[in-house]
């Protein structure tokens, strides 16, 4: 949950891990660089159609300057543990795949409904627990949590914007925020959803 828009993030490695890495960064607008002598067809596409830079070569500690963030997609632990320290000596943070001694954070598991996520994280030490729970929550929380989301989000502002004393305001954003709320929203959600446009209605012929 790291604001990332327009800012270097770094990815050593050019396998099916670095691509799915890659996919979970593009989605907050950085700017990409890959080092790897070898990448996977969806990276060199990406790369053609200038959605990122590849360097197609080996990692140097150089690479690491000006990165605010850097995955270390590799499989092995001694070029992890280069990347790490280049990136404590750059002041720049490190995620070393299925390698928690060489991490300074650890991506979670999410849950993405619009703009409500959940996010689990076990601290590296069982990434199938949080895999599990992830598929667990995604039952609890349909899409519909989106759209009711943006009800909520269009009702604070309205709140907000009135005269009243803090305290009202308060009382207010906790009751469109509760679990009666929720129901209401699903009822005449449902409701509206059950009926039929008149449009729509077909007529038998005589």
Known sequence: MVKLEGRK??????GRVAEEKIAGLLAHGPKITVVSPRAVRGIQQQARNRILTWKK????PMDVDGAFLVVAATDSSRINS???RACRENGALCNAVDDPENCDFFYPAIVRRGWLQIAISTHGLSPALASRLRRELEQQFG???AEWLQNVGTQRREILGKRMPKSQKRKQLMEIAAPAAFREFMSKR???TSRTP???VTRSVR
């Open 82 to 84: 280069t990347i790490f």
């Open 9 to 14: 993030c770094l990815v050593v490695g050019g």
């Open 198 to 200: 008149a449009s729509r």
């Open 190 to 192: 449902r409701h509206d």
């Open 143 to 145: 899409p519909e949590w």
């Open 57 to 60: 070569r080996r990692f140097s």
